[in-house]
């Protein structure tokens, strides 16, 4: 690992153990001390696993402001949104390095951290959309901890399908591809955990949108207008319209991702390849972003007059 990525890995772990320690803060009025204690493990293991500033003892800190929250009686300071962020992604991190260095013998560790970012998450009032993605992702990641077994059973079509949906990840993120082990796989596009060049994938495209129709680029919470998972599938859709294969695909999209599932793994990969080469051209897709919205604006305005009986 190069040393740019150690030191972003550590700086994921330091705002997961920010984020846990926040939260220990949040419940330490409620006398959950066993939760505390599942929490104080992880923040203990993370700054141990990614060597955070070793001069720091983490895990005396989280002690000593564990105690400072039960000494007092206001409810601490919460810990801003960017920081809760990623925390979740610094566990999501974590899981996935645990699972390539340890393999099985984590996987009473990695399947606890989906219920401890879910509590956090409700404790610290995050979006349930991120939560639920990272939860997610964290669930795929045991599930194929547990396929060398079901690829003992089924020959080589496992490894075989192990190997495509690696390369096509590879090559096309920040789409991926998972594999449910169920007979479904799904391709992605998580906003969570974009990050670095991709951190704000195809973001501009709905931004113009929204300024070609005269509306603000961003809300009121500071949030982009435009460009939820919902808007993506829309996009996707119209970029597929003609193809009678679209037909096969179903989609699961939620505010904070593009989600859509197949049976079919060659299906999916040939979608994902064609879907983020029209991505990536920045012109072309700011094109296919504002014909699919336009159409789709249309289509509910037509279905609003129909129901307040202005067309019959």
């Known amino acids: 690992m190069d040393e740019e990525s150690i030191r972003q890995d550590r700086e994921l772990a330091r705002a997961a153990i920010k984020g846990l320690t926040s939260y220990a803060e949040q419940i330490a009025h409620q006398g959950k001390d066993e939760e505390i204690g599942q929490v104080r493990s992880l923040v203990d293991a993370l700054s141990l696993y990614w060597g955070v500033d070793g001069k720091k003892d983490w895990t005396g800190e989280f002690d000593h402001k564990v105690r400072q929250a039960r000494q007092k009686r206001d409810t601490p300071r919460q810990r801003s949104g960017i920081i809760r962020i990623k925390a979740v992604m610094?566990?999501?991190?974590?899981?996935?390095?645990?699972?390539?260095?340890?393999?099985?013998?984590?996987?009473?560790?990695?399947?606890?951290?989906?219920?401890?970012?879910?509590?956090?998450?409700?404790?610290?009032?995050?979006?349930?959309?991120?939560?639920?993605?990272?939860?997610?992702?964290?669930?795929?990641?045991?599930?194929?901890?547990?396929?060398?077994?079901?690829?003992?059973?089924?020959g080589g079509s496992r490894v075989d399908s192990e190997q495509q949906i690696g390369k096509f990840n590879r090559e096309n993120a920040p789409f991926y591809i998972v594999d449910h082990g169920n007979g479904k796989y799904s391709l992605c596009l998580a906003f969570t955990f974009l990050e670095g060049e991709y951190k704000e994938f195809g973001q501009d495209a709905f931004n113009r949108y929204a300024l070609e129709t005269g509306e603000p680029v961003m809300d009121d919470m500071g949030l982009f207008a435009h460009g939820?998972?919902?808007?993506?599938?829309?996009?996707?859709?119209?970029?597929?319209?003609?193809?009678?294969?679209?037909?096969?695909?179903?989609?699961?999209?939620?505010?904070?991702?593009?989600?859509?599932?197949?049976?079919?793994?060659?299906?999916?990969?040939?979608?994902?390849?064609?879907?983020?080469?029209?991505?990536?051209d920045g012109e072309k897709f700011a094109e296919l972003v504002s014909r699919a919205l336009k159409e789709a604006a249309g289509q509910q305005c037509m279905q609003g007059a129909i129901g307040m009986g202005e067309i019959k």
């Not at 989906?114 to 409700?122: A, C, F, L, Q, S």
């Open 90 to 154: 610094g566990l999501c991190r974590y899981a996935e390095e645990m699972a390539e260095a340890q393999g099985m013998e984590e996987i009473g560790r990695i399947q606890e951290i989906p219920d401890v970012i879910r509590r956090m998450g409700e404790a610290l009032e995050m979006c349930q959309g991120d939560i639920e993605n990272a939860c997610r992702k964290i669930g795929n990641i045991a599930e194929t901890l547990k396929k060398p077994q079901q690829t003992m059973e089924h």
């Open 228 to 280: 939820s998972g919902y808007e993506w599938q829309t996009v996707f859709e119209k970029a597929f319209e003609s193809d009678p294969e679209s037909n096969r695909i179903q989609y699961d999209c939620e505010a904070g991702g593009f989600f859509c599932y197949a049976e079919s793994l060659s299906l999916l990969e040939d979608f994902g390849t064609r879907f983020r080469a029209v991505c990536m």
